[in-house]
């Protein structure tokens, strides 16, 4: 079993508070392997572009989210790289491909053709 980077208990915390929103949550489980644009949030949950954003700041605010720029568009994806990024993935990774919410979500997940 990998050994998780020790971490203080006010850093797991920050962690933890961030991703205990559920669509936050689904969000760091699609980025666990892909790349989003905000216009494909919008999309998949069904959301306002300013919920999403906001959604995506709080995670990146952690560091949990790394973003990258094409043009006007912002690109989210996992910072595998955080301090936070092994217990998030022991996090995600205990949702299932079987989850509903999960397949409803990925069912929705079309190309980028906002850029």
Known sequence: METLAKQTAAEVTACLKAVSDP????MMKLMETN???VCQFVE??????PAISQHLRKLKQVGLVKES???QWR?????HESVHASLLLSIVS?????????QDLRAKEKPVDCC
Request: glycine fraction near 10%; proline fraction near 0%; aromatic fraction near 10%.
């Open 23 to 26: 669509t936050r949550l689904m």
């Open 44 to 49: 998949m949950f069904g959301m306002s572009q």
């Open 69 to 71: 720029r094409r043009g």
């Open 94 to 102: 205990h949702i299932g491909d079987t989850d509903v919410r999960l």
């Open 35 to 37: 790349e989003y644009c």
């Open 75 to 79: 690109f989210s994806s996992m910072n």
